[in-house]
């Protein structure tokens, strides 16, 4: 296991990358990662992040900010890690289906997604047409964020755009 933050800061970028991809699964001995485990001497490899670099709690900002969610700089802020290793450990929540980019500064968690979906197929039980209005109440943002959301639920054909605004796919 991995505690020595100055050995993970050792590793290179593409080191780090692999052993990060495999915080949720046993390591994949290939060649690039014999070499890692060599350099770092360990048979096993697991990384055990601090508080402050841990995804756990780049998840929960994510999480607890609903949808209007921080800038890359906002999120390495409240994450206490710089934005290059913030930007890592994104990339690897989003492998994991744990949260979605909707555009390059748009990043929501999976949990406040589903949430949303639940609350629009509640919406649509009892109403034919979303309009913007609606959603924005629903989510409880402003139109810079409803209007990329409304978007991405078109993209994944959860909803169409009509005229007047969205209707839900049956």
Same mark, same amino acid.
């Given at each position: 296991?991995?505690?020595?933050? $100055?050995?993970?800061?050792?590793?290179?970028? $593409?080191?780090?990358?692999?052993?990060?991809?495999?915080?949720?699964?046993?390591? =994949?001995? /290939?060649?690039? $990662?014999?070499?890692?485990?060599?350099?770092?001497?360990?048979?096993?490899?697991? *990384?055990?992040?601090?508080?402050?670099?841990?995804?756990?709690?780049?998840?929960?900002?994510? /999480?607890?900010?609903?949808?209007?969610?921080?800038? *890359? !700089? &906002?999120? $390495?802020? %409240?994450?206490?890690?710089?934005?290059?290793?913030?930007?890592?450990?994104?990339?690897?929540?989003?492998?994991? /289906?744990?949260?979605?980019?909707?555009? &390059?500064? *748009?990043?929501?968690?999976?949990?406040? *997604?589903?949430?949303?979906?639940?609350?629009?197929?509640?919406?649509?039980?009892? /109403?034919?047409?979303?309009?913007?209005?609606?959603?924005?109440?629903?989510?409880?943002?402003?139109?810079?964020?409803?209007?990329?959301?409304?978007?991405?639920?078109?993209? =994944?054909?959860?909803?169409?755009?009509?005229? !007047?605004? %969205?209707?839900?796919? %049956?």
């Amino acid at each position: 296991m991995i505690t020595n933050k $100055s050995t993970l800061d050792s590793l290179s970028n $593409s080191e780090f990358d692999i052993l990060l991809a495999n915080t949720r699964r046993p390591i =994949i001995w /290939n060649s690039e $990662s014999l070499k890692i485990a060599k350099k770092i001497s360990f048979k096993s490899v697991q *990384l055990n992040f601090n508080k402050q670099d841990s995804h756990p709690k780049l998840l929960e900002i994510l /999480n607890k900010q609903g949808f209007e969610t921080p800038n *890359l !700089e &906002e999120l $390495s802020i %409240r994450n206490n890690c710089n934005k290059e290793r913030t930007k890592k450990i994104l990339s690897i929540l989003e492998k994991n /289906n744990e949260v979605v980019r909707i555009n &390059e500064t *748009l990043i929501f968690s999976m949990k406040n *997604l589903s949430i949303l979906k639940e609350d629009l197929n509640k919406f649509f039980l009892l /109403n034919e047409i979303l309009l913007m209005k609606d959603f924005k109440e629903i989510t409880g943002t402003t139109r810079k964020y409803a209007v990329p959301l409304l978007e991405y639920f078109d993209k =994944i054909k959860f909803t169409f755009r009509v005229d !007047e605004g %969205r209707k839900l796919i %049956r």
